[in-house]
């Protein structure tokens, strides 16, 4: 700190130290983080048009954070769609080290890079927290003469280019995977579908409801709304046991199909986060689950809670990553 040959007085270079050493400990103390909390908003993006899995999941969670006082600076939704959620989290990946920016997650992360169709990886990014998860639907217009997920299935047997399916998700992403599978689960050649690609499942609902499409495949939460219409009929939907919000909706596996899948959803942060920032974010979102306001949420959207922190998070995306891989392989998908 001082010039060579210099002296100063000991009471200064005492002070100067003293204050060195303070203000070094206080930078690791934040590092290690046990102090840290965001200092502006957060610009939390939704890799999706609204309507959607993501955007609802963005949109439900920062209110409740909000209202909830976990997090004293504004959360600000932001929609980012394309490219089956690459473009939203591409976005997140030009600011490392930001704990300031977050994106809602859920399968694609894995299964879009997998499918060639995206330059960054789960790898590319933090994982803070797992949040819930909810099953796929399989739905048809109300007048389709489609009654069950085996009437498709054996259609698609007979004329695989018959039927068009639309899903909120890029080729060889979430919707595509879930409807490949249960296809393939029911004895057709999932290799064949016509599977048309939207930006959200309310896209893919809409294209459905305009006749562009004879079967759409989204989360039981998005479909809710227009089959309590009347608006379409639901299938099938793809958990072990019927969804709460489509009671009335046969699992695959009632209809003989030997086949599960969950949307899991969750939130990611840019790489090269402090263990501090992370484990903020992480206490945050754990607080979050406990609050009466996402209770409430959850239940009318069907959401059930599956929260992992971000250590155990990150090992559950290293296995989701290895059961894609194998999925996509056997269907033809990956690339």
């Known amino acids: 700190m001082f010039r060579s040959g210099t002296r100063a007085p000991v009471a200064a270079v005492t002070a100067a130290s003293a204050m060195l050493l303070l203000t070094s400990c206080g930078e690791d103390t934040a590092a290690a983080g046990g102090d840290w909390k965001p200092s502006k ?10 309507g959607g899995g993501w955007d609802t999941l963005a949109r439900t969670s920062s209110r409740v954070l909000d209202e909830s006082g976990l997090v004293d600076r504004p959360m600000r939704v932001v929609n980012k769609p394309g490219a089956g959620g690459a473009i939203g989290w591409s976005y997140v990946a030009k600011f490392p ?9 859920s399968p694609p992360v894995l ?3 997998l499918a060639g169709e995206s330059d960054q990886t789960y790898r590319d990014f933090t994982p803070i927290a797992r949040l819930n ?5 399989y739905v048809v217009k109300s007048g389709s003469p489609y009654k069950t997920f085996e009437d498709v299935a054996a259609k698609v047997k007979s004329s695989p280019k018959a039927l068009a399916f639309a899903g909120g998700s890029g080729p060889g992403s979430l919707d595509h995977v879930g409807l490949a599978g249960a296809v393939q689960a029911a004895g057709a050649d999932a290799s064949k579908l016509k599977y048309v690609p939207f930006d959200g499942g309310g896209e893919a609902l809409t294209s459905l409801l305009g006749g562009h ?17 009347g ?22 596996t009632e209809s003989g199909i030997d086949y599960e899948f969950d949307i899991w959803r969750g939130v990611m942060a840019p790489k090269g986060l402090t263990d501090g920032q992370v484990a903020y974010w992480e206490k945050t979102f754990a607080d979050m689950l406990k609050e009466d306001g996402w209770k409430a949420e959850s239940k009318k959207l069907g959401w059930t809670d599956a929260y992992l922190g ?14 894609f891989t194998e999925i996509l392989t056997d269907v033809g998908l990956k690339k």
């Open 310 to 323: 971000s250590k155990e998070f990150g090992e559950f995306l290293d296995e989701q990553n290895e059961e």
């Open 133 to 137: 998860s909810e099953p796929l639907a």
């Open 213 to 229: 499409a004879d079967v759409a495949v989204a989360g039981a939460s998005e479909v809710r709304g227009l089959a309590r219409s």
């Open 41 to 50: 908003p957060v610009e939390y993006i939704a890799p999706a048009a609204t």
């Open 231 to 252: 608006d379409i009929r639901v299938l099938a939907v793809s958990s072990a046991e019927r969804s709460s919000i489509l009671p009335d909706a046969p699992t695959l």
């Open 97 to 105: 080290k930001d704990p300031h920016r977050l994106f809602v997650t």
């Open 111 to 113: 299964l879009v890079p």
